[in-house]
């Protein structure tokens, strides 16, 4: 096949150990999957039903590079939060074989245009904008299941500056993996490649141009991150 313009590149998140990269199909995000967070949003905790947005596939950041501050926005938030690659799809999959999906984990930030959310949220507008902007998901290496398996306990933490704002343990998380996985699959047929962010724990705030971010997920990976 032949295309009329060039075709952009496939972004790609490297993988501990290997040359070869993961490429991105989708990111699906899960909101309000921390307790803590949920309460500090003034959001009611939902443990029936999950709340789901998207970002585009080239808004991941990857290899640690400068993270440009947005436009539009005098409210950057940071998020923390566990990252999924999956191997595999399929629509409508059920719990027990959801981790079967699973190619990798990693930790990544659902960087967040606060004000543009809270306005959008008070219009009852969608989140793109405040969620789905270029350089909005800064990503670390993912590590295989082959080598950390699936990790359903762990300290996952967000220092700015080297000081401590975010911290929980994934076992926290309202939906787990699997479910989300399972929830995704009644919603959209997920594929190879799709990168989930599993949720953010409490302590979200701004961030600054200069600020040096570091997240972490205790055993598994770290990302370092400038805001530039
Ligand atoms: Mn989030």
């Not at 952009?8 to 501990?16: G, K, L, M, S, T």
């Not at 989930?196 to 600020?211: E, K, S, W, Y």
Request: proline share 5%; hydrophobic share 45%.
């Amino acid at each position: 096949m032949s295309f009329a313009i060039t075709a952009a590149e496939i972004p790609a998140i490297p993988i501990a150990g290997s040359d070869a990269r993961f490429p991105v199909h989708r990111i699906y995000c899960i909101g309000r999957n921390y307790a803590e967070h949920a309460k500090e949003m003034g959001a009611s905790v939902e443990r029936s039903q999950p709340m789901f947005f998207m970002k585009p596939a080239d808004a991941i950041v990857t290899d640690d590079a400068d993270v440009p501050y947005p436009s539009a926005t005098q409210d950057l938030h940071h998020e923390v939060e566990m990252i999924v690659a999956l191997a595999r799809g399929g629509r409508d999959i059920a719990r027990e074989h959801a981790l079967d999906c699973v190619f990798g984990y990693g930790v990544g930030l659902d960087l967040t245009r606060r004000d543009l959310q809270a306005a959008a949220k008070a219009k009852g507008h969608p989140w793109d904008a405040a969620k789905g902007f270029d350089a909005s998901a800064p990503v670390s290496m993912l590590r295989r299941v082959e080598d950390v398996g699936h990790p359903r306990t762990g300290r996952l933490s967000l220092d700015v500056n080297g000081e401590r704002r975010q911290q929980a343990d994934i076992s926290e998380m309202i939906f787990d993996v699997a479910a989300i996985i399972h929830e995704l699959s009644r919603l959209w047929t997920l594929a190879p490649g799709d990168l989930i962010f599993t949720g953010t724990p409490a302590g979200v705030a701004m961030l600054q141009r200069n600020d040096r971010v570091h997240a972490r997920l205790d055993g598994i990976v770290e990302l370092d991150a400038r805001i530039v």
